[in-house]
T-cell receptor, first 112, second 111 residues
Framework: AAGVIQSPRHLIKEKRETATLKCYPI?????VYWYQQGPGQDPQFLIS???????DKGSIPDRFSAQQFSDYHSELNMSSLELGDSALYFC???????????FGPGTRLTVL | GQNIDQPTEMTATEGAIVQINCTYQ??????LFWYQQHAGEAPTFLSY????GLEEKGRFSSFLSRSKGYSYLLLKELQMKDSASYLC????????????FGTGTLLAVQP
């Protein structure tokens, strides 16, 4: 069965650079969630989209922005990167807001 | 505030049964999920409870008591590949049902 696709899988950036992470949800899933997981920590909710509209916002820095496009894929844009942004970034999708969330393989971002 | 507690680490023997507990205090509740996560990989969905009681899926079972804010994940016939972190997550019932995760329990299965 098709799963959530994330790209790139690994990304290395310098401080103050920008990064764009992409997420392709499971076909027919219209809800996308972004989570950040620091080393040894639990995933923290960043932001979510339902039917191409932002539906909720968590502990996402103002330096980050995201959107969901007409084909339901989503992009997380991160600017002025800081060392503390180094983490695993997971995207999850669900059939709708009431359904189980299925996670992608994650993007490992390293900021040097 | 949101508070989800799990034991940090557990050790069990191959072939045995292990129970991982989770207690929660959250402002909203619309179901409790258990995910398995191997180091550096994505959380994988294991089970889901929204009503009180036991849900069984093969070697995995999960129990929920909403009045006590308590859940457990039961793993039977442990295999070495079950060594992983187990995350308890509450769906908060807000506009988007985002997941609030506990800190996870690192399970080590020994021969």
């Amino acid at each position: 069965a098709a799963g959530v696709i994330q790209s790139p899988r690994h990304l290395i950036k310098e401080k103050r650079e920008t990064a764009t992470l992409k997420c392709y949800p499971i076909p027919r899933h219209d809800t996308v969630y972004w989570y950040q997981q620091g080393p040894g920590q639990d995933p923290q909710f960043l932001i979510s989209f339902y039917e191409k509209m932002q539906s909720d916002k968590g502990s996402i820095p103002d330096r980050f922005s995201a959107q969901q496009f007409s084909d339901y894929h989503s992009e997380l844009n991160m600017s002025s990167l800081e060392l503390g942004d180094s983490a695993l970034y997971f995207c999850a999708s669900s059939l709708d807001v009431a359904d189980t969330q299925y996670f992608g393989p994650g993007t490992r971002l390293t900021v040097l | 505030g949101q508070n989800i507690d799990q034991p940090t680490e557990m050790t069990a023997t191959e072939g045995a049964i292990v129970q991982i507990n989770c207690t929660y205090q959250t402002s909203g509740f619309n179901g409790l999920f258990w995910y398995q996560q191997h180091a550096g990989e994505a959380p994988t969905f294991l089970s889901y409870n929204v009503l009180d009681g036991l849900e069984e899926k093969g070697r995995f079972s999960s129990f929920l008591s909403r009045s006590k804010g308590y859940s457990y994940l039961l793993l039977k016939e442990l295999q070495m590949k079950d060594s992983a972190s187990y995350l308890c997550a509450v769906r908060d019932g807000g506009a988007t049902n985002k997941l609030i995760f506990g800190t996870g329990t690192l399970l080590a299965v020994q021969p």
